[in-house]
C-alpha cells in the first residue's frame, strides 16, 4: 500500500528521492542539460526541468520540500493553500472537498491506530456519552412540507 504511513512515503523512500534530486541540483551547478541529468539519473525531463525551476528560485535548499511542508501529507487545509498560491483562487475546505471528490480522489484513512488508543474508553464512551450528544433522528410530531408552519398564519 503507497500510503501505510498515513498519507506520505516511508522515510527510507523519503531520503532515496531527496538523494535524487540532490544529485539532479549538482547537475545544475555543473550547467548539465536537463535531458542529461535525467538520462543518468533515470527520471523524466519534465521532473528535470520542475526541480531546475525550484533550484533556480531558492537553491538546492528549495528542492528538499515540496510546497513548504516537512511531510507529505495533504490535508484540505493545504490543498486550499496550495490552490490558491498557485492558481490565485480562493476556495472554502468544503469547496476544496468537493473538488477532489469530483475529480475522483478520496479519503485515505490510516492503517495504523495511534499507540495511546484505549479500545475500553473509546467502547464506553461511544455507548454513553455519544447517545446523550447526538440529536434524536426522528421528529416526535409528523413534519409538514409548507414552508411556514399552519399554526403562524
Not at 525551476?53 to 493553500?81: C, E, F, N, Y
Not at 492503517?111 to 484505549?118: D, K, L, P, S
Request: charged share 30%.
Amino acid at each position: 500500500m503507497r500510503y501505510a504511513l498515513g498519507g506520505g512515503l516511508s522515510d527510507e523512500r523519503r531520503r532515496f528521492r531527496e538523494g535524487i534530486r540532490m544529485n539532479a541540483a549538482e547537475g545544475f551547478a555543473r550547467g548539465e542539460p536537463s535531458s542529461a541529468i535525467a538520462k543518468e539519473l533515470r527520471v523524466s525531463v519534465r521532473s528535470v526541468q520542475r526541480w531546475r525551476r525550484a533550484w533556480d528560485k531558492g537553491g538546492p535548499r528549495a528542492m528538499r520540500v515540496a510546497h513548504g511542508w516537512p511531510d507529505q501529507r495533504w490535508t484540505l487545509s493545504r490543498i486550499k493553500t496550495v490552490t490558491g498560491r498557485r492558481f490565485h483562487k480562493s476556495y472554502t475546505l468544503q469547496g476544496v472537498r468537493k473538488l477532489l471528490i469530483r475529480h475522483g480522489f478520496s479519503c485515505q484513512i490510516p492503517t495504523r491506530r495511534a499507540v495511546e488508543r484505549n479500545e475500553d474508553q473509546v467502547t464506553g464512551w461511544a455507548k454513553e456519552t455519544w447517545p446523550q450528544v447526538e440529536a434524536p433522528r426522528r421528529r416526535s410530531t409528523p413534519g409538514s412540507s409548507l414552508r411556514t408552519r399552519p399554526a403562524s398564519r
